[in-house]
T-cell receptor, first 113, second 115 residues
């Protein structure tokens, strides 16, 4: 059974700080990873996807992938209270089948004003 | 309205009753999915569909039935509801990566309570 693991948190950071969210996965063959954000009572929305080793930046968000260590992270720079949400990491449930995802249980991020 | 919608948004039912949750998308996405979300378990895939009349089981499919006669609709039926099926149910759709992305777009969710 492929697994995606996250620390449930809550991760509390002060406004303006860097928030670092981490995710490990069990399948060495996984080629793509996704970060979804979910506000309380709302549905998940994709914020980042990453397919190759290294960093991918999009505004204040940076996804980092290390396939050798089976580790993917999400950095949020200049954290804002509006970033407070649960962040879900997802990986393909079947190698190469990025449309069948396994989600981690999510990390709750709280940004303190 | 464009996008992906679910109905009802809230449902209370009793053990043993049949319940159908509806999902409708207007993007003509080929892929559609049903997930349930429970505390401590995150999102778990119930069923997915790659196209009309093509469906497959996910991680937690027991007790659920789906159909997809039209591309835009993907109803989920609980044949005989149990308390353990109390959850928030999300429908999602994806174009399957045809546009260069595998983004899944989620509906607003249905909160189901089985008494």
């Amino acid at each position: 059974q492929k697994e995606v693991e996250q620390n449930s948190g809550p991760l509390s950071v002060p406004e303006g700080a860097i928030a670092s969210l981490n995710c490990t996965y069990s399948d060495r063959v996984s080629q793509s990873f996704f970060w979804y954000r979910q506000y309380s009572g709302k549905s998940p929305e994709l914020i980042m996807s990453i397919y190759s080793n290294g960093d991918k930046e999009d505004g204040r968000f940076t996804a980092q992938l290390n396939k050798a260590s089976q580790y993917v992270s999400l950095l949020i720079r200049d954290s804002q209270p509006s970033d407070s949400a649960t962040y879900l990491c997802a990986a393909p449930g079947i190698s190469g089948a990025t449309n069948k995802l396994i989600f981690g249980t999510g990390t709750l991020l709280a940004v303190q004003p | 309205d464009a996008g992906i919608t679910q109905s009802p948004r809230y449902k209370i039912t009793e053990t043993g009753r049949q319940v159908t949750l509806m999902c409708h998308q207007t993007w003509s996405h080929s892929y559609m999915f049903w997930y349930r979300q429970d505390l401590g378990h995150g999102l778990r895939l119930i069923y997915y569909s790659a196209a009309a009349d093509i469906t497959d089981k996910g991680e937690v499919s027991d007790g659920y039935v789906v159909s997809r006669s039209k591309t835009e609709n993907f109803p989920l039926t609980l044949e005989s509801a149990t308390r353990s099926q109390t959850s928030v149910y999300f429908c999602a759709s994806s174009d399957g990566g045809l546009a260069g992305t595998d983004t899944q777009y989620f509906g607003p969710g249905t909160r189901l309570t089985v008494l």
